[in-house]
């Protein structure tokens, strides 16, 4: 199975990036994605929706390769839909309760770069905090340029339950990014960084240095 589509990444690369930096809770809350490719993203200003139901907000759709566990994810969604929606987890279908889940499948996007049949991704945004833009020296990235759709990123997220209208269901809140490695360019609040991003674990060895940051 294919990891990452339209990648100039190795298979080698992507799995030892994945399994040297798993998806974990930290102390605050948050969780710590593994690497995954932003895809439109709006990290640094906040969208412009053409709708004008739609409020603007920062955010991005995390593309996790398909060799990523999202177990610690899928048990975060659980605990909050027991404790806001417990007859949407309900074995009896005239109890259940029908609510929206954040995994969702990349192969329903295959017609942009970078989606990968088998691979899942999430909606991670955030309406009023702007989200702390890192390097994987934790230097402060301000400029755009650098947070590109294609870009590898390790991000926190926060799920949380939200019952607007006739939507309910469980989504994650983007707190924080750090790029961690450039790739091809696709088309189409306040926390501890130090404390976010501790332990990550990925060798810039294995990217060609004249091919950083588009120098």
Not at 51 to 69: E, V
Not at 82 to 109: G, I, T, Y
Not at 141 to 157: K, N
Request: with cysteine; proline share 7%.
């Amino acid at each position: 199975m294919e990891l990452m589509a339209h990648t100039r990444m190795s298979d080698d690369w992507i799995e030892r990036a994945v399994r040297d930096n798993p998806i974990v809770l930290l102390d605050n809350g948050n969780y710590r994605t593994c690497p995954v490719r932003l895809s439109f993203p709006n990290i640094l200003n906040m969208s412009r929706p053409k709708k004008a139901n739609i409020a603007p907000s920062y955010g991005a759709n995390l593309l996790f390769p398909t060799c990523a566990d999202l177990k610690p994810l899928e048990a975060a969604v659980v605990a909050v839909l027991k404790e806001k929606c417990p007859d949407a987890l309900s074995p009896d279908p005239r109890k259940k309760v029908k609510v929206k889940l954040p995994f969702l499948d990349q192969e329903d996007m295959l017609k942009y770069d970078g989606y990968t049949e088998g691979g899942r991704y999430i909606i991670a945004t955030s309406k009023t905090n702007k989200p702390i833009v890192v390097d994987i020296k934790e230097q402060l990235i301000t400029d755009e340029s650098r947070i590109y759709p294609g870009v590898w990123a390790i991000c926190t997220v926060r799920p949380f339950w939200y019952d607007v209208d006739v939507n309910k269901g469980v989504s994650f809140g983007l707190q924080s990014v750090m790029v961690v490695a450039d790739d091809d360019s696709l088309g189409g609040g306040g926390e501890n960084i130090a404390e976010a991003f501790a332990n990550v674990k990925i060798d810039a060895g294995d990217v060609d240095a004249d091919q950083l940051f588009g120098n």
